[in-house]
């Protein structure tokens, strides 16, 4: 059985080890009944934050956990490293090696490797199916999910990357006026990529995007945000795996949210939620069922 190294009323707090030997938390629900249930990785953006932020996200976006839940999936919201600027196309896929009877890396673990940790780790949960996984994840957090496909086979049952920020898989050039760079560092916040054809246009490596999205081995389901200033770079991703794979499919919404997905309830308990929210979540559970047995 695996320890918890702490509890709430909602859930049981877990330490994975990460691939250097570090740990990273995650927050465990579990369904009623003894299992083995099948389980959701649940993931939110950029990295960091900290415990802080996990103890935060577990409860003022409880939500989309209880309907999962409902429907008889264990799920996690999981914290894990902060981004590194390029550094999933600048380092390549990570090497290991032995030296002096120790590990050697290529290059240091990135932050969907943590989300890969975290997999393998619920995987030998007493009360989870390891054959079962899924993935759901959104902004930064659902372009990992490809990141993650492209480097590591074998994980994942299905996935949906919800509004992802797939800027750096699909090698897409940011030249744009707006975006600044900062000590290496850019600052995209203000970019916009509104339709599929401007997206295509800046895709500067056709083949190397290829031979990622050659490394997608599950249905993933891409959801867009209609008047979000990155959809063109979300339906890209979503046609670009529609030529690789015939299981992927697309649905978008209006919604004034970034995150819609992930309803908030309030310090008070309230949940607010809209009939979109609630129809873009039963379609992800419905998205799963169909890929659950």
Request: net charge negative; with cysteine.
């Amino acid at each position: 059985m695996m320890d918890a190294f702490q509890t709430d009323e909602l859930a049981d707090y877990l330490l994975a080890e990460t691939l250097d030997g570090l740990y990273t938390p995650y927050a465990l629900r579990l369904p009623p009944g003894t299992g083995p249930h099948p389980f959701v990785f649940i993931a939110y953006g950029n990295g960091g934050g900290g415990f802080s932020w996990l103890r935060d996200r577990v409860h003022r976006f409880r939500h989309v956990t209880d309907v999962l839940l409902e429907a008889g999936y264990a799920c996690a919201w999981s914290r894990y490293r902060t981004e590194v600027e390029l550094g999933y196309q600048t380092g390549g896929p990570l090497k290991t090696d032995i030296r002096q009877g120790m590990e050697l890396m290529s290059r240091a673990p990135l932050e969907y490797e943590d989300e890969v940790a975290v997999l393998r780790h619920v995987a030998g949960h007493p009360a989870i199916d390891g054959e079962r996984l899924f993935h759901l994840g959104v902004s930064h957090a659902g372009e990992m999910l490809f990141k993650m496909l492209s480097q590591y086979a074998g994980l994942l049952r299905a996935g949906v990357a919800a509004e992802p920020a797939s800027h750096e898989f699909l090698t897409l050039r940011l030249d744009d006026p707006s975006v600044t760079t900062t000590d290496g560092l850019r600052n995209i916040e203000t970019l916009e990529i509104r339709s599929v054809d401007r997206a295509r246009a800046r895709i500067t490596d056709p083949g190397e995007v290829s031979r990622r999205l050659d490394g997608v081995d599950i249905p993933i389901l891409v959801l867009g945000r209609d008047q979000d200033e990155l959809q063109g770079v979300f339906r890209l991703t979503y046609d670009l795996l529609a030529e690789k794979r015939a299981d992927a499919e697309w649905r978008s919404w209006s919604h004034d949210i970034h995150g819609y997905i992930y309803p908030e309830t309030d310090a008070g308990g309230v949940l607010h939620i809209d009939e979109v929210q609630r129809e873009a979540l039963a379609v992800i559970v419905d998205f799963f069922n169909r890929h659950r047995a």
